[in-house]
């Protein structure tokens, strides 16, 4: 029913203009589109929508996921730059260092949205 269908990922904030700021000048996506209470940005070919949303911040999973695949370090690093801190989840059982995660060939890593929605990158 949904293979042939883009699916998109949408996360509840508190504060929409400070969602702007992150989302647009942190994270470099480029605003598709805006109302009063939500925000649409372009990832890829597909959309990422925040809103405005009194659970923001309540997750306690992964919002969104971003597949950077042999970019991960190049983008790891301009996130850095970017003032991006990243968690680290020993629990896993994945080697950690400097908050990137290793198992093998494969890296991730998780930062965290000024709302505390747990955001998720890796080299797929």
């Known amino acids: 029913m949904f ?11 508190k504060d929409l203009a400070r969602a702007r700021a992150f989302y ?4 470099r996506l ?3 589109s805006e109302d009063d209470q939500v925000l649409t940005f372009r990832t890829g070919a597909t959309t ?4 405005v949303s009194d659970a923001a911040g309540t997750n306690k999973a992964n919002a969104a996921v971003w ?5 991960f370090d190049a983008v790891v690093a301009q ?4 003032g991006v801190t990243f968690e ?4 896993l059982g994945m080697q950690v260092s400097d908050g990137i995660h290793t198992a093998g060939d ?5 930062f965290k949205d000024p709302d505390g929605n747990i955001l998720h990158i890796n080299s797929m």
């Open 79 to 82: 996130l850095k730059m970017n």
């Open 88 to 91: 680290e989840y020993p629990v």
């Open 67 to 71: 597949s950077a695949g042999a970019d």
């Open 48 to 51: 990422l929508a925040v809103y």
């Open 30 to 32: 480029a605003l598709a």
């Open 3 to 13: 293979s042939d269908v883009s699916s998109s990922a949408i996360v509840a904030v």
């Open 24 to 27: 647009a000048n942190t994270l």
């Open 106 to 110: 494969f890296k991730a890593a998780w």
